[in-house]
């Protein structure tokens, strides 16, 4: 079952249980995979669907951020809860324990040896685990591996 049918599922449940968070998230997701198919870029693979969830979680996380630091909870809770309906839909994320001997494995491959080759281990990385971890993460150990 693709993404697609998957969200129009929950979007039905969601309906029916009357879950306002969830509605608002599965249609920013059914509206999101729309103006992906028009936008004339072909078919939305399975690789183009995970970087569309994370891109929705992403937006929802650091909308959620700033509503915090304006002390407005009320919004980022609304913000923090439509990102874990969409997170629903990716998979497990891995932690910064289980990602650091991938990314052992990664610079060893590479060659890398000094922060300058961060981009080459960063390129490499990204599509190895995508949609397993965000790029942020994924970063983070690679500076403190390199650096």
Not at 102 to 127: F, L, N, P, Q, Y
Request: net charge positive.
């Amino acid at each position: 079952m693709n993404l697609e049918k998957k969200v129009l599922e929950e979007l039905k449940n969601a309906m029916r249980a009357k879950d306002r968070v969830a509605l608002e998230a599965l249609r920013a997701i059914k509206s999101a995979i729309l103006l992906e198919k028009t936008s004339g870029k072909g078919e939305l693979t399975e690789e183009g669907e995970l970087k569309l969830l994370q891109k929705l979680v992403k937006q929802r996380k650091e909308s959620a951020q700033i509503y915090r630091q304006q002390n407005r909870s009320d919004l980022a809770e609304v913000e923090e809860g439509q990102a874990a309906v969409i997170e629903k839909f990716l998979p497990k994320q891995l932690s910064e324990e289980e990602l650091e001997p991938v990314i052992k494995k990664i610079i060893g491959e590479t060659g890398a040896s000094t922060i300058k080759d961060m981009g080459r281990v960063m390129g490499t990385a990204a599509k190895q685990l995508a949609g397993k971890a965000d790029n942020r993460t994924i970063s983070t150990i690679v500076k403190r591996l390199l650096g």
